[in-house]
């Protein structure tokens, strides 16, 4: 009993040390439509986090995953 309690602490101890920034990317998400930037770049339909007030959470955060796409994040957030 007293090894499976010392490798969970262990493993806890450890975690902190391969996260980035991202808390686990938003669970809830929704679509978009394509659009034309103010540049004249077109921007395909995608799904994004709904809105939540951070940006830890989101798929392109470090840290964090894109199910639809299988991307991980690489982006800092800036607040």
């Given at each position: 009993?007293?090894?499976?309690?010392?490798?969970?602490?262990a493993?806890?101890?450890?975690?902190?040390?391969?996260?980035?920034?991202?808390?686990?990317s938003?669970?809830?998400?929704?679509?978009?439509?394509?659009?034309?930037?103010?540049?004249?770049?077109?921007?395909?339909?995608?799904?994004?986090?709904?809105?939540?007030?951070?940006?830890y959470?989101?798929?392109?955060t470090?840290?964090?995953?894109n199910?639809?796409?299988?991307?991980?994040?690489?982006?800092?957030?800036?607040?």
């Amino acid at each position: 009993m007293r090894i499976l309690t010392l490798a969970c602490v262990a493993i806890l101890a450890t975690a902190p040390a391969f996260a980035q920034y991202g808390t686990g990317s938003n669970s809830s998400s929704h679509g978009t439509r394509g659009y034309t930037t103010g540049n004249g770049t077109y921007v395909q339909p995608h799904r994004q986090t709904n809105p939540n007030g951070t940006q830890y959470d989101n798929y392109s955060t470090k840290g964090n995953y894109n199910p639809y796409t299988g991307a991980t994040g690489t982006k800092t957030p800036k607040w």
